[in-house]
């Protein structure tokens, strides 16, 4: 069964910075794709970045490019999203999820697993 186990998420201050980490498994080979998501409130689930596990081919929002990266962990299985820079408005539930695919998608539909969401709040 695959799982996505997801940890890092907290409260910092604005300017600071966060790492959250996606721990997948139960996956038979290393051709998926990792992304990362978040949502606000009030606001539509937006996509972040997201990391070909296979090829190391990644794809980044167009707003959120260069103060967030997202990278395969020594691990096993783990991808992390380094948040920095963080702002007030970065504030919400981050999501990491998989596909079972080397294309990588910055579109939620395409992601067949879901890891349980960390809160990321920043404050002013």
């Known amino acids: 069964e695959v799982q996505l186990v997801q940890s890092g998420g907290g409260l910092v201050q604005a300017g600071g910075s966060l790492k959250l980490s996606c721990a997948a498994s139960?996956?038979?080979?290393?051709?998926?794709?990792i992304g990362w998501f978040r949502q606000a409130p009030g606001k539509e689930r937006e996509a972040v970045a997201a990391?070909?596990?296979?090829?190391?081919?990644?794809y980044f929002a167009d707003s959120l490019k260069g103060r967030f990266t997202t990278f395969s962990g020594n691990a096993q299985g783990t991808v992390f999203l380094q948040c920095n820079s963080l702002k007030h408005e970065d504030t919400g539930i981050y999501y990491c999820?998989?596909?079972?695919?080397?294309?990588?998608?910055?579109?939620?539909?395409?992601?067949?697993?879901w890891g349980q969401g960390t809160q990321v709040t920043v404050t002013s």
């Open positions: 990391i070909s596990v296979s090829d190391g081919k990644r």
């Open positions: 139960g996956f038979t080979s290393n051709e998926y794709v």
């Open positions: 999820a998989a596909r079972e695919s080397s294309y990588l998608s910055g579109v939620a539909r395409d992601y067949s697993y």
